[in-house]
């Protein structure tokens, strides 16, 4: 498997990240260290967490998903084989997070705490990537990066980009953490932690976690030129739009043990216009002879701004399904097949 850089930095990742959030939930701790097993045997070095996990959140699995990760890590004694992500919450009512109960905010004082949870929980002294999971400032949908824009009010207590780099910058400089990311953040709030750390103030942002896939190409609309210009790249979150995009939901179907038939969550994927698109897609997988989940895992790995697209799965044989598109030589032939769709179906489930 190949490995790419990650941001500016000296860590090399592969171009498949394990996605970890069905661990604790959907994922017994066996299950877990199955899949993480499997992964690292083929070459994945790279795994997502955050302390938001397990999905769907709340309160008697939160954090559950990192404990998982600590317990493999323990277990095999591999922590050096391995590059971990993990994330801190955003702006949020939910108050199960901090130990007074505070809702979620990313101040100093919540950071610092978020931080040292997820360092016990993941049983390692160093996190590799620490993101941002959502911006701590009012935005106009969920993800940032909607097809129309939609009013806002700031609010009054949002913490300024400055303000967070800078303990950022005290954590690194601790050791705790070794670089920062983004997620679910937008062109504007992208630009303006780097336009801070040009000035000198926290460390640099390596790269962004947002949603891509055939579905939602928003992010080639503004944030792609930043990735590529500003060597900030993309780690794609649903690359297989939460299984719309592996047709086990084509027609209405509703497979007993999925992800929509337990928490019935999959709203983004929803939208008008999303079936008919991913008929479309499935459709041109079947042309190339290509398993549906191999395709769309493959051409988010194929562009140009992404670092790698995060997996994930319930089982090792639906994570082997996704690893298979490793394999997978993406051709121009496919690209402008793709982009066909797109041009009449657009972006449907941003």
């Known amino acids: 498997m190949e490995f790419r850089r990650l941001g500016r930095t000296d860590l090399m990742v592969s171009p498949i990240c394990l996605g970890t959030m069905t661990f604790g939930e959907q994922n017994t701790e066996a299950e877990g260290h199955a899949q993480l097993d499997r992964a690292l045997d083929v070459g994945v070095n790279f795994l997502d967490t955050a302390e938001l996990y397990a999905i769907p959140p709340r309160p008697e699995t939160q954090g559950r998903t990192e404990e998982i990760i600590g317990t493999w890590l323990a277990a095999r004694k591999n922590r050096d084989r391995v590059i971990i992500a993990s994330k801190v919450v955003g702006r949020t009512a939910n108050t199960w997070f901090r130990d007074d109960g505070s809702p979620g905010r990313l101040t100093r004082r919540q950071i610092e705490e978020a931080v040292e949870k997820s360092l016990r929980r993941l049983r390692t002294d160093v996190i590799d990537l620490y993101q941002l999971h959502w911006p701590d400032r009012e935005v106009s949908q969920w993800g940032t990066n909607p097809t129309r824009f939609k009013a806002f009010t700031p609010a009054v207590d949002e913490t300024p980009v400055e303000e967070q780099l800078a303990v950022l910058a005290d954590l690194v400089k601790a050791g705790k953490i070794r670089h920062i990311g983004l997620s679910n953040e937008s062109a504007y709030g992208t630009m303006r932690f780097l336009f801070a750390a040009e000035k000198g103030i926290g460390p640099r942002v390596q790269s962004i976690q947002n949603a891509y896939n055939l579905l939602n ?134």
């Open 217 to 350: 190409r928003t992010y080639e609309t503004a944030l792609a030129e930043i990735s590529m210009r500003e060597e900030v790249g993309l780690l794609a979150y649903s690359p297989l739009a939460q299984g719309y995009l592996t047709g086990k939901y084509q027609g209405g179907a509703l497979p007993k043990g999925s992800r929509k038939q337990l928490f019935n969550r999959l709203q983004r994927y929803e939208q008008p216009g999303s079936a008919e698109a991913v008929d479309a897609y499935l459709s041109v997988a079947r042309d190339f002879g290509i398993h549906p989940v191999a395709f769309a895992n493959a051409f988010v790995m194929a562009q140009p701004f992404v670092t790698a697209s995060i997996i994930g799965a319930t089982s090792v044989s639906q994570l082997d399904e996704n690893l298979a598109a490793a394999s997978v030589t993406w051709t121009e032939e496919m690209q402008r097949r793709v982009d066909e769709v797109h041009q009449l179906h657009g972006n449907p489930a941003p």
